[in-house]
């Protein structure tokens, strides 16, 4: 017959129960050092600033975890050894390849992007016989980088610009020199031009890649963490996410 030792077995079970509490707790500790939270006053003052400048934007837009990104490297996709030679380029900026495809579902587009060695993160938006894909790393997007493509008679025409990252980005555990977003938002009512008044419709962290690295001759760029600020007026506002810098408007 098979007895239970019940007092071994609270033992064990006891013992059980303190590491996975000692688990929990370091594993909150790590988390919460990746990032530090903006107080409710904090946000709610600057709300009203930027409402004392005609910019309305509510209190629930702007995130009060705020991440220390870093820089990350990233290589063109023209070096891939299975892009085509026979490419041409659009622009100093942008390429364009035919393949043979169709854009009937997102599965489709992954195997037309991969057949000509455009792999990686990305977020696809499909319409009828076209579609845009995005560039994405580490669940933040690399703004300003997307690649359009259209089928016609079998064939899938891709443009645009492409990058890979080389390492998966990380989130650093210092954050005291980093500009938080509310001073971000701050240096948006200073910064932004408009008529009458304005909305704050969509606050994005992503990375950005500057206009001058963002040529096919560059192999090997960096891309440093950004704020993205796009108001009701179709103008959007790249700011740096690490110390503030305003990095360019476009309309």
């Not at 030792?5 to 050092?33: C, H, P, R, Y």
């Not at 037309?112 to 579609?131: F, H, R």
């Not at 610009?161 to 009512?189: C, R």
């Amino acid at each position: 017959m098979f007895f239970i030792n019940w007092e071994k077995l609270k033992t064990f079970l006891i013992v059980l129960f303190a590491v996975l509490n000692v688990f929990l707790i370091a594993f909150t500790l790590v988390q919460n050092s990746k990032y530090s939270v903006i107080s409710d006053e904090t946000v709610s003052d600057t709300v009203k600033i930027l409402k004392s400048k005609n910019i309305n934007i509510s209190a629930d837009k702007i995130d009060r975890k705020q991440v220390g990104l870093n820089v990350i490297a990233l290589k063109n996709a023209v070096v891939s050894h299975n892009f085509p030679s026979g490419f041409s380029r659009g622009d100093e900026k942008t390429f364009s390849v035919e393949t043979d495809g169709n854009l009937s579902s997102e599965g489709e587009i992954k195997k037309v992007l991969g057949s000509v060695g455009l792999k990686g993160e990305n977020e696809i938006v499909l319409n009828d016989k076209s579609a845009v894909v995005y560039l994405k790393t580490g669940g933040f997007p690399v703004f300003d980088v997307s690649l359009n493509l259209t089928e016609q008679n079998g064939k899938v025409k891709i443009s645009g610009s492409w990058y890979f990252a080389e390492n998966k980005p990380k989130k650093s555990s210092d954050t005291s020199e980093v500009v938080s977003l509310t001073g971000i938002l701050i240096d948006f009512s200073n910064t932004a031009q408009f008529d009458g008044e304005i909305n704050v419709d969509k606050i994005e962290l992503g990375y950005y890649i500057s206009e001058s690295n963002r040529l096919l001759e560059r192999l090997n760029v960096t891309a440093a963490p950004c704020w993205k600020i796009s108001s009701s007026d179709g103008k959007c506002y790249y700011f740096n996410a690490r110390n503030g810098e305003f990095l360019k408007q476009t309309d």
